[in-house]
């Protein structure tokens, strides 16, 4: 029987299957389909919010600093490496802490540590050690959680507004600012989260940690590159605002929205880019010897890490990398936010029901703004006059699963945007009728001559805190632990009339605290 020679047109005909690739290949299928929802879930939010927008550009530009230092890169290639399947490990972990929490910030952190799991496992340590600036770079296309967002929103709304007015002033224009509002007598300007700046922040910061990375210079020049791009942000937003409110003295509202929308865009973001590179260009004009601005910034070469041999074969790296991924697609089933408990509960209707008919009692539509963004499961929001004629405002609202980038919406956010100043925020401690702890915020708010106190807290599983941050570390826990999300976020507010001390009016809202809690079990469960 004849057969085929070496070198023949038979053998030429067939091509050689690499170990190495083919393993490589199913890695990258099977975690591809374990984090799919999780990619699902990241493009979603780039095209959401405008502020994440520029996150399509993250992965080309990754991609791009691989491919101009390809030569490189291949050099690098050594033998395949167990520490890539710990660190896939850790991937699927994130992963399924993620799905168990309903925090996508965890499946999206665990999608870049797969990647360099990825790298690690079938190109060695020293390829993930010579791209480990684009692997990294990845990390700015995952999107904070939507509380984060909120948070840095209301602060950057806050300072944008101060700094804004003081260069409406320094334009010698009349202008009070009232919380987020801008009062200029005849016209009124609201500072939204819109108008907060982070839509330029987050590109901006990323263009600014590549500009240090390509920057040629000391390290404080690099990470003084980076830090600058938070000042920059602000002041470019406050001016964009103080032109808005100039326009709008001068011509009224209608050619001051158009210039608002002109300036919100690639105008603001240009002088960003200019100031930007005037600190750069001080940077190496006082470099000794002096250079050039342009050749400061050098092409971002990646460093060769020559690769060290290994008896790692491809074999073992595979079946750990490609168990990984069984395992994770079995605990991933267990883990989903379906499989979380839902405790029975009473409807917020039923609260009306608690106070009897000496009570005046008037329920209130909920801001559509803010249940869209919250998108609560119940919610109420009442207010009340108590035999005595005293006035309280309650609001409440609960989610049987903080899931879906659902959470509470802070008053620290909201009052500001209302016109209302946060003149005092507290956090006071106290202890249930049970005797467990028990903290809440107190806040002052002030408009012009009304003066309001607000309690709020977050009713957990049993918890009453204050901070969001403890809040969502208690989340995280009792996810894992105990399978539940649920909670609720209360607000008790009380108008400070005349002749009403503040020392009064915490006794009243202290009464009140005390009296919703003999109740607010049935509504909110331990």
Not at 208 to 220: I, N, S
Not at 331 to 336: F, G, M, P, R, V
């Amino acid at each position: 029987m004849a057969t085929a020679e070496p070198g023949s047109v038979a053998d030429r005909g067939r091509l050689p299957v690499n170990p190495r690739l083919a393993a490589l290949g199913v890695a990258i299928l099977g975690l591809a389909v374990l984090f799919w929802e999780a990619a699902g879930n990241l493009w979603f939010r780039w095209g959401q919010q405008q502020e994440l927008s520029h996150s399509y550009f993250i992965p080309l530009i990754s991609a791009y600093l691989v491919w101009l230092n390809r030569e490189t890169v291949k050099k690098s290639i050594g033998d395949p490496s167990l520490a890539g399947v710990i660190i896939i490990g850790a991937a699927v972990a994130l992963l399924l802490l993620g799905q168990l929490t309903s925090i996508f910030l965890f499946q999206h952190l665990g999608m870049v540590v797969a990647i360099a799991g990825l790298v690690a496992s079938f190109g060695g340590l020293s390829l993930l050690r010579t791209v480990a600036a684009p692997v990294a770079f990845l990390f700015f296309a995952v999107p904070p959680p939507y509380w984060v967002i909120t948070v840095l929103s209301f602060n950057f709304q806050q300072i944008s507004s101060i700094l804004g007015v003081f260069m409406v002033e320094l334009m010698g224009i009349p202008v009070h600012l009232s919380g987020n509002i801008i009062d200029l007598g005849d016209y009124k300007l609201q500072v939204a989260e819109a108008c907060s700046g982070l839509r330029y922040l987050f590109p901006f910061l990323s263009l600014g940690v590549m500009a240090a990375y390509m920057y040629r210079g000391p390290l404080w020049q690099r990470l003084t590159i980076i830090a600058a791009t938070i000042p920059i942000t602000i002041v470019m937003n406050s001016f964009r605002i103080a032109v808005t409110a100039a326009l709008v003295q001068a011509y009224g509202t209608e050619h001051a929205e158009g210039a608002l929308h002109f300036f919100e865009g690639w105008v603001v973001f240009l002088f960003c880019l200019a100031a930007l590179f005037g600190l750069i260009a001080v940077f190496a004009r006082t470099a000794k010897p002096r250079v050039n601005p342009l050749d400061a910034l050098t092409t971002p070469d990646l460093p060769l890490t020559a690769p060290r041999a290994t008896k790692t074969g491809v074999i073992p790296v595979a079946a750990g990398a490609l168990a990984l991924v069984a395992a994770g697609f079995g605990l991933s089933h267990a883990a989903t936010v379906d499989s979380l408990i839902i405790p029975e509960r009473q409807d917020f209707d039923g609260v009306l029901a608690e106070f009897d008919d000496s009570w005046s009692k008037e329920v209130r539509p909920i801001d559509p703004t803010v249940a869209e963004v919250l998108g609560a499961d119940d919610s109420i929001v009442v207010n009340l006059k108590s035999p005595d004629g005293v006035f309280y405002n309650l609001y409440m609202a609960y989610l049987d699963a903080q899931r879906d980038g659902r959470s509470w919406h802070s008053p620290r956010q909201c009052i500001p945007g209302g016109g209302w100043k946060i003149t005092r925020h507290t956090i006071e401690k106290t202890t249930t009728a049970a005797g467990k702890p028990f903290t809440y915020n107190r806040m002052i708010i002030e408009n012009r001559d009304n003066r309001q106190l607000v309690y709020y807290w977050y009713d957990q599983r049993g918890r009453k805190v204050a901070n969001e941050f403890v809040m969502k570390f208690w989340l995280i826990l009792d996810a894992v632990t105990r399978k539940r999300s649920d909670g609720a976020m209360v607000r008790l507010i009380l108008p400070i009339t005349d002749g009403m001390t503040l020392a009064e009016g915490d006794a009243k809202l202290q009464e009140m605290q005390r009296r919703l809690q003999t109740f607010l079990p049935a509504y909110v469960p331990d």
